[in-house]
């Protein structure tokens, strides 16, 4: 199988078709168009093998989470996804490991209505290159900057499932495929339609993929605020408690990474609207601190300040 082969038999049908593409795989680049008012929101996210995921990875898994991770970053910036693009280098082309991760590709990019517009194939170490365009309203796009004081902070969903599958493997330890906790790492589900409903709502928002707390920093810093948070607050998900332990558990919520929910700050008033979203979504969102004056990040329990696990889940 050549390169062109390639194109032809993964990459060019069974994704979405839309009509604000005019041109797409095929030339030597795509041309789209965007909605009068909207501006153009562009992220790229890159999965290299053995840093960030096991060469071994279920293909469909690698290309759900390419995908995932880069609409991920459009959902925190308030913006509909419209269009990606693929760069892909593959050391040995093989027809069952192709099938299965453009399988897997267009059953994300189907979910979401995003049309593959191109991208480059090329011989070399395993790797997954992609870029995801989107649009926004002139001004209503959200970013990490807008926090402020006293605003609440809020979580989607729970973290640190995906850290604790990363440990697991980085001890050697093989994932059982069909394991609810291996799925929240393999297969996250990017909170696109929570991130488009949060634009005029949330102050600032970022996506978790480095943990909960080393993000929520950067959230606030960007914002040139700080924190205030509540480990006792924290939303840990029923499973990982009962596989870890309560403690490992609030660790991992903390640190994990590869979570892909939302951590955004919203004025006090807004817990109503956000609570009523949540159930349209079917997304648990919850309070668990709010935004300072005062820089830097601090963690409370009832009892008073805790310091913060720091370390936990690095990657292999
Ligand atoms: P060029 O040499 O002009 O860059 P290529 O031969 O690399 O063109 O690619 C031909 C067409 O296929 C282009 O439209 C390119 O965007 C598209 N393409 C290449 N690789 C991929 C891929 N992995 N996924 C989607 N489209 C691709
Ligand atoms: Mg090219």
């Given at each position: ?29 795509a ?48 913006t ?13 082309p ?10 897997g ?13 191109g991208?480059?194939t ?58 609810p ?78 979570d ?44 008073g ?12």
């Open positions: 199988m050549d390169e062109f082969e390639i194109i032809r038999r993964y990459f060019s049908t069974g994704y979405p078709a839309r009509e604000d593409v005019a041109l797409a795989v095929g030339d030597d680049g041309i789209t168009r965007l909605p009068d008012g909207e501006a153009l929101v562009t992220v790229t996210d890159s999965l290299v093998a053995g840093t960030h995921f096991p060469v071994d990875i279920q293909p469909d898994a690698l290309a759900h989470r390419a995908l995932a991770a880069n609409l991920s970053d459009l959902a925190a910036m308030g509909q996804p419209r269009w990606f693009t693929l760069a892909l280098a593959l050391s040995e093989d027809a069952g490991w192709l099938e299965s991760f453009s399988t590709l267009r059953k994300l990019a189907t979910r979401y209505g995003v049309a593959l517009i991208g480059d090329v011989r070399g170490p395993l790797a997954v290159t992609i870029a995801a365009l989107g649009s926004v309203p002139e001004q209503a796009w959200l970013t990490r900057s807008g926090a402020k004081p006293g605003d609440s902070i809020f979580l989607s969903g729970t973290t640190g499932e995906a850290g604790w599958v990363w440990q697991e493997m980085a001890d050697g330890r093989l994932p059982v495929t069909d394991d906790l291996y799925r929240r790492f393999a297969y996250p589900e990017p909170r696109v339609e929570a991130g488009i409903a949060l634009r005029g709502l949330a102050t600032a928002c970022i996506d978790i993929s480095d943990g909960l707390h080393v993000d929520l920093g950067r959230l606030l810093t960007a914002s040139g605020k700080g924190g205030e948070a509540r480990l006792d607050l924290l939303p840990l998900s029923a499973d990982l408690v009962e596989r870890v332990g309560k403690v490992r558990a609030l660790e991992l919520a903390l640190t994990g990474g590869d892909y929910e939302l951590c955004f700050t919203a004025g006090p008033d807004r817990e109503g609207e956000l609570q009523a979203l949540s159930s349209a979504w079917r997304l648990d969102v919850t309070r668990i601190g709010r935004v300072t004056a005062a820089p830097g990040l601090r963690w409370y329990d009832p009892d300040p805790v310091a913060p696990p720091v370390q936990g889940f690095r990657h292999f």
